[in-house]
């Protein structure tokens, strides 16, 4: 593992964190429900071991049910609101980090588009990305 060290925070500084090394994966994610949660069309996350992830403050969670059955929790400040990250029943110990909450998301390379179907015409990506209907396999760990 790298020794990178990432920060971020919600908008209002309640929530902070510091992340240790690079995240095994990240994409951007056009579902509707993502879409719905922040009010864009599209998020970026990067995905951690809950081990690299160091988090002060409290957080509010929502948790539904995903296509997959599994139970996905977008987990915010209960202050400002920011989405700060998510975790699923289906990937016991990782989260999945907002970019947009990141001080310095530098070594962040987002290597998909997952959910493509819900994606609006008008959002572009990079061609080269792989686009996944759904939410694919998770990738092998590095």
Not at 15 to 28: C, N, Q, R, S, W
Not at 37 to 50: E, L, N, V
Not at 97 to 106: A, S, Y
Request: hydrophobic share 30%; proline share 7%; charged share 20%.
């Amino acid at each position: 593992m790298s020794d990178t060290k990432t920060t971020g925070s919600c908008q209002c500084g309640a929530v902070t964190y510091e992340i240790t090394g690079d995240p095994m994966f990240a994409a951007h994610c056009c579902c509707n429900s993502c879409k719905k949660a922040s009010g864009a069309d599209h998020i970026t996350a990067a995905f951690y071991m809950d081990d690299q992830i160091e988090l002060k403050g409290e957080v509010a969670s929502f948790s539904m049910t995903a296509d997959s059955g599994a139970t996905s929790t977008r987990h915010f400040c209960p202050t400002c609101g920011s989405r700060l990250y998510s975790t699923n029943s289906s990937r016991a110990g990782v989260k999945g980090i907002q970019v947009g909450t990141m001080d310095n998301p530098t070594n962040i390379e987002p290597r998909a588009v997952v959910y493509s179907k819900d994606r609006n015409a008008w959002d572009s990506f990079n061609d080269a990305l792989p686009q996944f209907e759904k939410m694919p396999p998770p990738p092998p760990a590095k």
